[in-house]
């Protein structure tokens, strides 16, 4: 391209000489001059395209910031940012050192590095680099719930052939707002501490020999010296989600899944926390600095030889292109046996956040509501399209549109939309960058900003048109569709394709959320109501999110609780927040160490999302080389299916709610033995005890029969028997003529609650 270059400014050079000794043809001088110029700028774009379509957004954003604050304050310092990249092996360290690159991590073709702002077009430009990623921080989207699960039968060793508690299992939590005194984050007598690993990476004191941002605390002395995360006075999600996935409880019925399992703790950063980020700092805190935080786990396991899940109940909008990303790509590369993630799917059901236009239609949009001065969407198509932007009430419902042609990659396009009969002024901002999915052609980004909160400007109508292109709208939070606000306004919006990244990805175990659980009484007698319209028995909640996914997967991958979860709550948020309106949901308050603790109620796919992984932790225990794809053919064999009707997997359960118990037995392999139930009884006990006796006990006596069957692992029926019903609730069966080892029993009543199946060893 600089060879090119170089030579049409020699022939303009020469030409122009020429043209200067003959007069006469100074018009035709001008011409070609004006041709040169054009063939010149044209020539400009496609090298600046070339560079800007390697990069994702943020990046670009990063990128075009420097250059402003590079023109404001030329004598500072660089800003950094965290990212991937996808480059060439063969030249990558030099390439990666010549642009002041400092490497945290390779995946193949794939590094995560840190990079300054100011050099992102000259990384961008090598030849030898495919795409620069990274996108902007997350946003934070048990004393009953074992049972609906079907977790407790698996904590009694005396009833499987061994306890079931997550022992030999690392859980990784990646979340914000953790209070790592907490005593449930003990031992249930409170002697043992489980957290043995803690990246803070908000933590003021880096240290960055090998982490980008913060620090990193190993040992009880220091973690538990560290007290809270350095967001922990103005958060406490974290406390919350890692005590409903791994907390011992401490002398309550509150215990997580997995209560015995081993703590690695990453405290990230949201958006919430930005006050705690210094400016120059903000690009450091993106998703290639949460794919640390998912490696950071994973390697602390490899270091103790165990199985790992990592529960993370953050998401952030998908940006249309990420079947192809690099944090996708990254995150495949790095799950694999023993190493899952687990994702929550959002709590964006509630919104009408989508719009479809295929080809044909001519036209589709919806009214554009946020209650904030700023509002934004992605616009993805497969060819030419025109959006218009739609004054609804004004005189003539002013229609201000943009053709998809008027964009180019290099430049951002701004037009101005006036609201509210003229009273209030916006701004559209449109920026358009390459898709990376193979049938899009451009993804484009619309950010609006208004000099009032676009709730009180006016209703605002977005429409895409278009008759031979496919396209779709997706808005993102603070913003939302709204049908037909106005007379004669768009109403095509409808809630899909919601679920977030990561959980959108093929590789993370998408969680969604469902009711049982209407309310709860807080620890000064108050009672809160929040039961939901319609059915509360298990069915999906009304805000968990719904696919397919942008690129068409089907979403969620598994269900479980998330409407009123008792776990955990921080008690230095509790200290520093005594006003908070979330304190209010506290059911109870103890004291530990000098310190008042709570437990508190709390709903959304946040809650969901570490039930899963405190349950896939109990089947690491048994299977500790579990890819995720084992994990998801175990949903898709035992999962609770809560409507009738639908054809699982589906875009609103995905394979249904989960069911640790049957997934066990599915993982023993004898959960396909005829007439074997895949439930466990609620209030049928039983074991073997060392001389050969079946003891089986009741919460009472039962009032009806109950018909007991004893099967081998074959699935041999190798006992029958009859409990009579009648004054005691034990009863003893002779089985030691049978030989040593695994037996599944079979209890068949009318009596409630006894039916199910129990594994026993001889």
Same mark, same amino acid.
């Given at each position: 391209?600089?060879?090119?270059?170089?030579?049409?400014?020699?022939?303009?050079?020469?030409?122009?000489?020429?043209?200067?000794?003959?007069?006469?043809?100074?018009?035709?001088?001008?011409?070609?001059?004006?041709?040169?110029?054009?063939?010149?700028?044209?020539?400009?774009?496609?090298?600046?395209?070339?560079?800007?379509?390697?990069?994702?957004?943020?990046?670009?954003?990063?990128?075009?910031?420097?250059?402003?604050?590079?023109?404001?304050?030329?004598?500072?310092?660089?800003?950094?940012?965290?990212?991937?990249?996808?480059?060439?092996?063969?030249?990558?360290?030099?390439?990666?050192?010549?642009?002041?690159?400092?490497?945290?991590?390779?995946?193949?073709?794939?590094?995560?590095?840190?990079?300054?702002?100011?050099?992102?077009?000259?990384?961008?430009?090598?030849?030898?680099?495919?795409?620069?990623?990274?996108?902007?921080?997350?946003?934070?989207?048990?004393?009953?719930?074992?049972?609906?699960?079907?977790?407790?039968?698996?904590?009694?060793?005396?009833?499987?052939?061994?306890?079931?508690?997550?022992?030999?299992?690392?859980?990784?939590?990646?979340?914000?707002?953790?209070?790592?005194?907490?005593? /449930?984050?003990?031992?249930?007598?409170?002697?043992?501490?489980?957290?043995?690993?803690?990246?803070?990476?908000?933590?003021?004191?880096?240290?960055?020999?090998?982490?980008?941002?913060?620090?990193?605390?190993?040992?009880?002395?220091?973690?538990?010296?560290?007290?809270?995360?350095?967001?922990?006075?103005?958060?406490?999600?974290?406390?919350?989600?890692?005590?409903?996935?791994? @907390?011992?409880?401490?002398?309550?019925?509150?215990?997580?899944?997995?209560?015995?399992?081993?703590?690695?703790?990453?405290? !990230?950063?949201?958006?919430?926390?930005?006050?705690?980020?210094?400016?120059?700092?903000?690009?450091?805190?993106?998703?290639? /600095?949460?794919?640390?935080?998912?490696?950071?786990?994973?390697?602390?396991?490899?270091?103790?030889?165990?199985?790992?899940?990592?529960?993370?109940?953050?998401?952030?909008?998908?940006?249309?292109?990420?079947?192809?990303?690099?944090?996708?790509?990254?995150?495949?590369?790095?799950?694999?046996?023993?190493?899952?993630?687990?994702?929550?799917?959002?709590?964006?059901?509630?919104?009408?956040?989508?719009?479809?236009?295929?080809?044909?239609?001519?036209?589709?949009?919806?009214?554009?509501?946020?209650?904030?001065?700023?509002?934004?969407?992605?616009?993805?198509?497969?060819?030419?399209?025109?959006?218009?932007?739609?004054?609804?009430?004004?005189?003539?419902?002013?229609?201000?549109?943009?053709?998809?042609?008027?964009?180019?990659?290099?430049?951002?396009?701004?037009?101005?939309?006036?609201?509210?009969?003229?009273?209030?002024?916006?701004?559209?901002?449109?920026?358009?960058?390459?898709?990376?999915?193979?049938?899009?052609?451009?993804?484009?980004?619309?950010?609006?900003?208004?000099?009032?909160?676009?709730?009180?400007?006016?209703?605002?109508?977005?429409?895409?048109?278009?008759?031979?292109?496919?396209?779709?709208?997706?808005?993102?939070?603070?913003?939302?569709?709204?049908?037909?606000?106005?007379?004669?306004?768009?109403?095509?919006?409808?809630?899909?394709?919601?679920?977030?990244?990561?959980?959108?990805?093929?590789?993370?175990?998408?969680?969604?959320?469902?009711?049982?659980?209407?309310?709860?009484?807080?620890?000064? @007698?108050?009672?809160?109501?929040?039961?939901?319209?319609?059915?509360?028995?298990?069915?999906?909640?009304?805000?968990?999110?719904?696919?397919?996914?942008?690129? @068409?997967?089907?979403?969620?991958?598994?269900?479980?609780?998330?409407?009123?979860?008792?776990?955990?709550?921080?008690?230095?948020?509790?200290?520093? !927040?005594?006003?908070?309106?979330?304190?209010?949901?506290?059911?109870?308050?103890?004291?530990?160490?000098?310190?008042?603790?709570?437990?508190?109620?709390?709903?959304?796919?946040?809650?969901?999302?570490?039930?899963?992984?405190?349950?896939?932790?109990?089947?690491?225990?048994?299977?500790?080389?579990?890819?995720?794809?084992?994990?998801?053919?175990?949903?898709?064999?035992?999962?609770?299916?809560?409507?009738?009707?639908?054809?699982?997997?589906?875009?609103?359960?995905?394979?249904?709610?989960?069911?640790?118990?049957?997934?066990?037995?599915?993982?023993?392999?004898?959960?396909?033995?005829?007439?074997?139930?895949?439930?466990?009884?609620?209030?049928?006990?039983?074991?073997?005890?060392?001389? @050969?006796?079946?003891?089986?006990?009741?919460?009472?006596?039962?009032?009806?029969?109950?018909?007991?069957?004893?099967?081998?692992?074959?699935?041999?029926?190798?006992?029958?028997?009859?409990?009579?019903?009648?004054?005691?609730?034990?009863?003893?069966?002779?089985?030691?003529?049978?030989?040593?080892?695994?037996?599944?029993?079979?209890?068949?009543?009318?009596?409630?609650?006894?039916?199910?199946?129990?594994?026993?060893?001889?």
């Amino acid at each position: 391209m600089a060879a090119l270059f170089s030579i049409l400014l020699a022939g303009l050079s020469f030409f122009c000489f020429f043209c200067s000794i003959n007069h006469k043809i100074t018009s035709m001088r001008k011409i070609f001059i004006a041709m040169l110029a054009a063939w010149w700028a044209a020539l400009q774009a496609v090298a600046i395209q070339a560079v800007t379509d390697k990069m994702s957004a943020y990046v670009r954003e990063a990128a075009a910031m420097s250059k402003t604050k590079k023109k404001a304050a030329p004598g500072e310092g660089q800003m950094l940012m965290t990212a991937f990249v996808s480059i060439d092996t063969t030249a990558a360290d030099s390439i990666l050192a010549a642009n002041g690159c400092r490497v945290y991590d390779r995946s193949e073709d794939i590094y995560i590095v840190t990079v300054p702002v100011g050099r992102l077009e000259s990384l961008a430009s090598a030849a030898c680099v495919r795409r620069i990623e990274a996108s902007r921080p997350c946003r934070a989207s048990m004393d009953t719930t074992a049972t609906l699960v079907g977790a407790t039968p698996v904590y009694d060793g005396l009833w499987l052939p061994q306890a079931y508690t997550g022992d030999g299992v690392v859980v990784g939590v990646m979340d914000i707002g953790f209070d790592v005194t907490h005593p /449930t984050f003990y031992d249930s007598t409170a002697t043992k501490y489980r957290i043995s690993a803690f990246w803070d990476q908000l933590d003021p004191e880096t240290d960055t020999s090998r982490l980008p941002v913060g620090r990193e605390y190993r040992g009880t002395d220091a973690i538990i010296g560290k007290g809270h995360s350095t967001d922990g006075l103005q958060q406490t999600h974290g406390t919350h989600t890692a005590g409903i996935a791994a @907390g011992s409880g401490y002398d309550s019925p509150y215990r997580g899944m997995a209560y015995e399992s081993d703590l690695c703790l990453v405290s !990230n950063a949201v958006s919430n926390d930005l006050n705690l980020i210094a400016p120059d700092d903000t690009y450091k805190y993106t998703s290639a /600095t949460d794919a640390l935080g998912f490696k950071y786990i994973f390697d602390y396991a490899a270091t103790r030889g165990m199985p790992c899940v990592a529960s993370f109940s953050e998401s952030s909008v998908p940006e249309y292109n990420r079947s192809d990303s690099l944090y996708s790509r990254y995150l495949e590369r790095l799950t694999g046996p023993g190493r899952i993630i687990v994702a929550s799917a959002g709590n964006e059901s509630v919104y009408l956040n989508y719009v479809d236009k295929p080809a044909g239609r001519p036209e589709a949009g919806s009214c554009l509501y946020s209650q904030e001065n700023q509002a934004g969407f992605f616009v993805e198509a497969n060819g030419p399209f025109c959006l218009n932007f739609i004054s609804c009430g004004s005189p003539a419902n002013d229609t201000t549109t943009v053709g998809s042609w008027q964009c180019r990659p290099d430049s951002a396009t701004v037009v101005s939309i006036r609201l509210g009969n003229g009273s209030h002024g916006c701004t559209a901002t449109i920026e358009r960058y390459a898709a990376a999915t193979a049938t899009r052609d451009s993804i484009y980004h619309v950010a609006i900003a208004c000099d009032t909160p676009l709730s009180s400007a006016g209703v605002l109508a977005v429409t895409v048109s278009g008759a031979a292109t496919d396209a779709s709208l997706r808005c993102y939070s603070p913003a939302m569709f709204i049908n037909g606000m106005a007379e004669g306004a768009p109403a095509d919006a409808e809630t899909s394709h919601n679920i977030h990244a990561p959980a959108c990805f093929g590789a993370v175990v998408a969680v969604g959320a469902t009711i049982h659980r209407t309310g709860f009484t807080n620890y000064q @007698g108050q009672y809160f109501d929040y039961s939901q319209p319609g059915r509360n028995d298990g069915v999906r909640s009304y805000y968990s999110s719904v696919g397919p996914t942008i690129d @068409g997967l089907t979403k969620p991958d598994a269900m479980a609780p998330g409407d009123n979860i008792v776990s955990a709550y921080s008690s230095y948020y509790e200290e520093s !927040n005594p006003e908070a309106s979330d304190i209010r949901s506290d059911v109870a308050r103890f004291g530990f160490n000098g310190r008042t603790y709570a437990w508190n109620s709390n709903t959304g796919t946040s809650m969901a999302t570490p039930v899963v992984a405190g349950a896939i932790a109990l089947w690491l225990q048994a299977c500790p080389r579990l890819t995720p794809a084992d994990v998801k053919d175990v949903l898709s064999r035992t999962c609770r299916r809560p409507e009738d009707g639908l054809d699982y997997p589906n875009n609103q359960y995905g394979h249904g709610e989960i069911d640790t118990h049957h997934g066990l037995l599915y993982l023993l392999g004898i959960d396909d033995i005829e007439g074997l139930a895949t439930n466990s009884p609620a209030r049928l006990r039983a074991a073997i005890s060392p001389e @050969g006796m079946l003891k089986l006990c009741l919460d009472k006596a039962p009032a009806r029969r109950i018909s007991l069957r004893l099967f081998a692992i074959n699935g041999q029926s190798v006992m029958e028997h009859t409990l009579d019903a009648g004054q005691t609730n034990t009863f003893s069966i002779d089985v030691s003529s049978l030989p040593h080892g695994i037996y599944a029993l079979q209890a068949n009543s009318e009596e409630p609650g006894v039916s199910g199946s129990i594994l026993v060893r001889r």
